[in-house]
């Protein structure tokens, strides 16, 4: 079989490595907490759906909680802000040497 460039079939060897490089990874151990926007933005998304439901009780919380809204917002903001960064540098270095020595 021909790939259009004259090569008559893939590469052992890149195919070789390519399961070595699978098998190293199976073996490492995320060091860093699972991100946190995710499981922010399914609570979120819960909140609504249930708000919708029940609008009555939603805005009588709403009325009641209103402060402790605005300090989470204050408080989770750079939490989420801090994380997201934390979590874009590992995953931006996540194959170098340092970080995969240290999922080992």
Excluded at 54 to 72: E, R, Y
Aim: net charge negative; glycine share 8%.
């Amino acid at each position: 079989f021909e790939d259009g460039n004259g090569n008559d079939a893939p590469d052992a060897s890149s195919e070789e490595h390519h399961d070595q490089h699978q098998i190293v990874n199976e073996k490492r151990m995320r060091i860093l907490w699972p991100p946190v926007g995710p499981a922010v933005a399914s609570i979120a998304s819960w909140g609504k759906e249930e708000s919708v439901k029940n609008p009555i009780l939603s805005i009588a919380l709403a009325m009641t909680l209103w402060p402790a809204v605005f300090i989470g917002a204050f408080i989770g903001g750079p939490i989420l802000a801090t994380d997201w960064c934390l979590q874009s540098g590992y995953n931006a270095l996540k194959d170098q040497p340092i970080i995969e020595t240290a999922e080992k």
